[in-house]
């Protein structure tokens, strides 16, 4: 019954995408907590549409819902690909409303903050194994990458057999490493960038053109 479900599912899956080749992508941002997603998702946004996403923000969580912005349309090389960026809350396996209080949050405040966190985690969850054609996977490139969250995530979207792109943000910090991104997931294609300061944009544009087309 488990193999019959699994085919059954798998072929909706390519139905669903031969029928829907000329709507837009649905290209999430996924990755930990303030790894510069929202950062990135409305560097893009703005680049192609003269919008932004949402506010950005140095205090972890502050994307606790996902935000989607529609046909953005990104052309590189001869490449054009239209798509939808899903900016997802950070994934992470806790988050303790201490965290907040170190931001000179009020208890209250920050337990309110906790709690729509959480609930951001799940729903992040829900698009990446129902409602989404790819995967931008963002991470700060001063951090280690070797972690529970990551390991599992990529590992989800590896499963799912999403096309993905792991973009090592933050080479302006003079922390970054980008090599030890690229080596500790060989498997997928790396992309440095600083989304802040728009470093490298020209090849981070390109790729997307290239992957999600």
Known sequence: ???LTDLRDSISRVVDRLFSESEP?????YGPPNAGKTTLANRIARDWTGDAIGPESHIPHETRRARRKENVEIERNGKKVTIDIVDTPGVTTKVDYKEFLEHDMEKDDAVRRSREATEGVAEAMHWLR???DGVIYVLDSTKDPISQVNTMLIGIIESQDLPVLIFA????LEDSNVERIANAYPQHETVELSALEGENMDEVYAKIAEYFA
């Open 25 to 29: 992508k649905r290209i999430g941002i």
């Open 130 to 132: 129902e409602d989404v």
């Open 1 to 3: 019954m488990g193999l």
């Open 169 to 172: 943000n933050k080479i302006d």
